[in-house]
């Protein structure tokens, strides 16, 4: 070895310091994650809540396939019409508060299914076939199997879109 301080034989590799470990994190990271999981938790109640409070529409859509199933048999169809007209009133109920829809009938009725349901098909004549199954049964014998389908797919379209609790 060379005793002159300045020869290159003397010259080292760079000793690299070791890696940055990944954990434990920095302080400000447990804040980060905490506040994920705040959000997190926040976020998951919400969506059990609101999953609980249309709890009613998934049990007026199961309801609304019975029917729907009982249709397309005659015998069985001014039944069904009647029930969908019994399905739409006790959903109006489950939704709004009682004093305020149970007294409902006839063209008012009928306005705040198509002003709740952004519809019109319940004052356009759908909503008159509906009231005349339920008080007059032979009346849904003579109709056409379309338009009770037609018919059909209105509920089912007020029970999934309504927009429940508002002001009426």
């Known amino acids: 070895m060379n005793p002159d301080p300045t020869s290159l034989d003397r010259l080292h590799d760079l000793v690299v310091p070791p890696p940055v470990p990944w954990w434990p994190p920095a302080p400000g990271w447990y804040w980060v994650l905490g506040t994920l999981a705040v959000v997190a938790a926040v976020a998951a109640i919400r969506l059990f809540l609101r999953w609980q409070h249309n709890r009613y529409r998934r049990e007026a859509l199961a309801e609304w396939r019975r029917h729907e199933a009982s ?74 199997e379309s338009m009770i389908r037609e018919t059909a797919v209105l509920v089912r379209h007020w029970l999934k879109h309504h927009r429940a609790g508002g002001t009426v």
Not at 100 to 108: E, H, I, P
Request: aromatic share 6%; no cysteine.
């Open 71 to 144: 249709l397309g048999d005659p015998a069985g169809r001014a039944a069904a019409l009647a029930g969908l007209a019994e399905l739409l009133k006790r959903t109006a109920l489950s939704a709004w508060p009682r004093p305020r829809v149970a007294s409902l009938t006839g063209a008012d009725w009928l306005a705040f299914l198509d002003k709740t349901g952004a519809t019109t098909g319940f004052s356009s004549g759908h909503g008159a076939l509906l009231e005349n199954a339920a008080y007059d049964p032979r009346s849904a014998t003579a109709l056409e």
